[in-house]
């Protein structure tokens, strides 16, 4: 009986509902270790995690039995939770709407893992806006601009 094979490396990205700053130093590697529970629970395999305070990249190795649009409904609908549960924020924390998934070969691992772990020097050089918008023309994603994330320059 023949077998299941895959190799599914997908970064995702997503940002924080109205763009508030809101991913907090003080809880941000806790929120990460919720985030790759997740992600492990889903039979999946968290490869790097970064989340600023406005938005979050997660790379992971998808499990064929994920799909990505239950593994991000699973960590945004859990790590907001998380957030409002322990009273992390001022405001009630959630992500917005949609995301960014972009598919990578086993070759580009080391790379985006890279990119990842140093977001905060990536970011005083480049907008989020621009990187997501970056990622769009580079994977040759047709968008609308009015279905883009919230901007707030």
């Known amino acids: 009986m023949a077998n299941t094979y895959t190799q599914l490396y997908i970064q995702f990205v997503f940002a924080v509902k ?14 990460e270790k919720v985030m790759c529970g997740i992600v492990n629970n889903q ?18 190795g998808l499990h064929p039995t994920s799909s990505p649009s239950k593994l991000m409904e699973q960590v945004k609908s859990i790590s907001s939770k998380w957030i409002n549960d322990n ?14 998934a ?14 990842i772990k140093k977001q905060p020097e ?10 997501y918008l970056d ?4 994977f040759e994603v047709e968008y609308d601009p009015k279905y883009l994330f919230e901007w707030y320059e």
Do not use: M
Request: glycine content about 4%.
């Open 135 to 138: 990622f769009l023309n580079k």
């Open 87 to 100: 009273k992390l924020t001022f405001d009630k924390f959630s992500w917005q709407d949609g995301y960014g």
């Open 43 to 60: 039979n999946s395999k968290p490869l790097a995690i970064y989340a600023n305070p406005d938005h979050t990249h997660l790379f992971v």
């Open 18 to 31: 109205g763009r508030k700053c809101l991913v907090n130093e003080k809880f941000r590697e806790e929120l």
């Open 122 to 131: 990536h970011h005083k050089k480049q907008t989020f806006k621009d990187e």
């Open 102 to 115: 972009f598919s990578y070969s086993k070759s580009h691992i080391d790379r985006v893992v890279k990119y």
